[in-house]
């Protein structure tokens, strides 16, 4: 089984809203990442915290990760219609293997 | 972007036949993974490398081998290529504890 399970599986905002997308994961990790992908387009990453970190921006992203519950969250600030696309966490593990979610569809509406 | 170059960029194929889809990069990147995304599914990790002649399976790999025999490149190979084969596959180069980097992917058809 997978990793890293994403929640919602898909979402729908107003633009100008915030989103916030859920990942959890199962086994101790190194890092733990977040990608974009544009329909049919290859991935993008977007940000990466490392195991000892609790918090990190980029940007309109905010990435948080509790160890303790094996969580980390994504929100995008002030939705943009570019923001459309799917979004993946992924979790590097001790041996180094990155292992992907199920993804996030988000759509922003105008 | 990141040097990383998938070929073929699409292909379709008979049911039996073997396939070898290839993945090459000039980052000198010590990782490089293969992933197949289906809908549904996200990526999952066929196999990947960790050096040279050093490769490791990943969740779904049946029915597929790899190689590396170079830095640079890394083969994915469908002995017999199988209908459930049919998927988009992406391979990605990283450094250990850093982000990975993909390819464009390759849309490969079995039929």
């Known amino acids: 089984s997978q990793q890293g399970e994403e929640d919602p599986q898909a979402l729908s905002i107003q633009e100008g809203e915030n989103a916030t997308m859920n990942c959890s994961y199962k086994?101790?990790?190194?890092?733990l990442q977040w990608y974009r992908q544009n329909s049919g387009r290859g991935l993008v990453h977007l940000i990466l915290?490392?195991?000892?970190?609790r918090e990190k921006h980029s940007g309109r992203l905010r990435v948080t990760l509790d160890t303790s519950k094996k969580s980390s969250s994504l929100l995008i600030t002030a939705s943009r219609a570019a923001d459309t696309a799917s979004y993946f966490c992924?979790?590097?593990?001790?041996?180094?293997?990155?292992?992907f979610g199920k993804g996030t569809r988000l759509h922003i509406l105008p | 972007d990141a040097g990383i170059t998938q070929s073929p960029r699409h292909k379709v194929t008979e049911t039996g036949t073997p396939v070898t889809l290839r993945c090459h990069q000039t980052?000198?990147?010590?990782?490089m993974y293969w992933y197949r995304q289906d809908p549904g599914h996200g990526l999952r990790l066929i196999h990947y490398?960790?050096?040279?002649?050093?490769?490791d399976k990943g969740e779904v790999s049946d029915g597929y081998s790899v190689s590396r025999s170079k830095t640079e490149d890394f083969l994915l190979t469908l002995e017999s290529a199988t209908s459930s084969q049919t998927s988009v596959y992406f391979c990605?180069?990283?450094?250990?504890?850093?982000?990975?980097?993909f390819g464009q992917g390759t849309r490969l058809t079995v039929v």
């Open positions: 490398s960790y050096g040279v002649k050093d490769t």
């Open positions: 980052e000198n990147h010590r990782y």
């Open positions: 086994t101790s990790i190194n890092n």
């Open positions: 915290i490392r195991s000892n970190e």
């Open positions: 992924a979790t590097e593990g001790i041996d180094d293997k990155i292992i």
């Open positions: 990605a180069i990283s450094h250990s504890g850093t982000e990975a980097f």
